[in-house]
């Protein structure tokens, strides 16, 4: 496996993929979410990089800045999956009375 170059994934053009799919997900900076799944975003940024890299030999950057914001939308529309299945399991699997609270 080709290892990720952080300074290519981090740069600020980058960046900019990252904010664009947030935002085509209609997500603003001031979602309470924003900065974690713009980490997030980040992450599969880098995932995505490296397995670009090791399944195509043609290092366009077109193609690979189309490939990552599509891993980069799947990754974070699971991501905003497991938070509303998180916290529907915090809102209605512990009512006051099956916690001992109620009645």
Not at 11 to 21: G, K, L, N, Q, T
Not at 70 to 89: K, M, N, P, S, V
Request: hydrophobic share 40%; with cysteine; net charge neutral.
């Amino acid at each position: 496996m080709k290892p990720v170059h952080f300074e290519y994934v981090l740069s600020s053009s980058r960046e900019r993929v990252i904010h664009a799919v947030l935002h085509r997900l209609h997500l603003t900076p001031g979602t309470p979410l924003y900065e974690d799944l713009f980490v997030e975003g980040q992450l599969l940024f880098a995932a995505a990089y490296a397995d670009y890299c090791t399944r195509f030999t043609a290092q366009d950057e077109h193609q690979i800045i189309m490939y990552a914001s599509q891993r980069i939308r799947w990754g974070l529309i699971d991501y905003l999956r497991r938070e509303r299945r998180h916290q529907a399991t915090v809102n209605y699997g512990l009512s006051p009375a099956a916690v001992g609270g109620g009645g």
